[in-house]
Nanobody, 124 residues
Framework: QVQLVESGGGLVQSGDSLRLSCAASGRTFSSYSMGWFRQAPGKEREFVAAVSWSGGNTYYADSVKGRFTISRDNAKNTVYLQMNNLKPEDTARYYC?????????????????WGQGTQVAVSS
């Protein structure tokens, strides 16, 4: 099990950038695939991005491809989500999650540990 704490959310304008961080506890962080999901009010939680345990493989939702970048620093037990050219439709609560799996990382049920989330609001 790993405990996750997200940070870096805030209120920005359309076109701005934000970097979310997710700090993980535990000595086995490097063995987990990590993902970011988001949930807007009245909508289901949706996949945003994922990264393999080594950082060598990354996956993105079509809606963020080319604008968001996921990365990880296993020495710091931290995963990041760099979000550029933000749009109002990116407004949501963003959650970090850890998975023991190496495939189907766009599926929320593949993740066993979740953070509490950080709020991102983008104004037009």
């Amino acid at each position: 099990q790993v405990q996750l704490v997200e940070s870096g959310g805030g209120l920005v304008q359309s076109g701005d950038s934000l970097r979310l961080s997710c700090a993980a506890s535990g000595r086995t962080f490097s063995s987990y695939s990590m993902g970011w999901f988001r949930q807007a009010p009245g909508k289901e939680r949706e996949f945003v991005a994922a990264v393999s345990w080594s950082g060598g493989n990354t996956y993105y939702a079509d809606s963020v491809k080319g604008r968001f970048t996921i990365s990880r620093d296993n020495a710091k037990n931290t995963v990041y989500l760099q979000m550029n050219n933000l749009k109002p439709e990116d407004t949501a609560r963003y959650y970090c999650a850890a998975s023991r799996h190496t495939y189907d990382l766009d599926k929320s049920w593949k993740y066993g540990d979740w953070g509490q989330g950080t709020q991102v609001a983008v104004s037009s």
